[in-house]
């Protein structure tokens, strides 16, 4: 048999073997298990314009192999067991919590997430006299969607700080270069934000 033949034949071979895993995978694999977690009849994202948020209401139970998990959203797709005021009760300090899965606490069940725990502590360190931090992240996020989360929830909650999980998505915030060019553009510079550029220089 010649080369070229070897090579066809070859080809073929692999075309069919290919063809037939796919159909293998098709018959034993479910289709919703192939796809996105924002495709997902019963996932917990969705896409709101070209970001994903959390899925309002309640979901139902999740599993990471054995571990089970239980996470409840409200509806303005904070991780919150229930709607949050605009401003504090009287004696009440809060904190927004802005980042990915890491703050929003995938596998995680409620009340357990970084966010709770800080909560937690600060409590127990005296803070104030009550503590909310407010669960603002996002599975998925990277550093300019924890931006345009801030722009849209920072005017929203009388909050007296915010605290930002650092974005491990990094893939996703190159793909994001240039509206994040476009949004930096079109903000004013500051006074200050010009004399650090020139010192930079």
């Given at each position: 048999m010649s080369p070229t033949r070897k090579l066809l034949f070859g080809l073929v071979v692999a075309a069919a073997l290919?063809?037939?895993?796919?159909?293998?995978?098709?018959?034993?694999?479910?289709?919703q298990r192939l796809l996105y977690t924002w495709e997902q009849d019963n996932g917990p994202l969705a896409m709101a314009g070209p970001r994903l948020i959390p899925k309002p209401g309640h979901w139902n139970t999740r599993r990471d192999g054995p571990y089970r998990w239980e996470t409840t959203v409200n509806?303005?797709?904070?991780?919150?067991?229930?709607?949050?005021?605009?401003?504090?009760?009287?004696?009440?300090?809060?904190?927004?919590?802005?980042?990915?899965?890491w703050i929003f606490g995938i596998s995680v069940t409620q009340g357990r997430t970084i966010p709770d725990q800080m909560e937690d502590q600060l409590k127990r360190?005296?803070?104030?006299?009550?503590?909310?931090?407010?669960?603002?992240?996002?599975?998925?996020?990277a550093a300019f969607d924890v931006l345009w989360r801030w722009n849209e929830l920072g005017g929203r909650y009388q909050v007296d700080g915010v605290l930002i999980g650092e974005p491990h998505n990094a893939r996703r915030g190159r793909?994001?270069?240039?509206?994040?060019?476009?949004?930096?553009?079109?903000?004013?510079?500051?006074?200050?934000?010009?004399?650090?550029?020139?010192?930079r220089c």
């Open positions: 290919f063809a037939f895993l796919e159909g293998l995978l098709r018959v034993l694999v479910p289709k509806d303005d797709t904070l991780r919150e067991d229930g709607p949050v005021a605009a401003h504090p009760q009287p004696g009440e300090k809060r904190i927004l919590a802005l980042g990915d899965s360190a005296g803070w104030a006299e009550k503590v909310d931090v407010i669960n603002a992240g996002v599975p998925s996020f793909a994001l270069t240039g509206e994040r060019a476009a949004w930096y553009q079109a903000l004013p510079v500051s006074k200050p934000a010009a004399i650090a550029r020139r010192h």
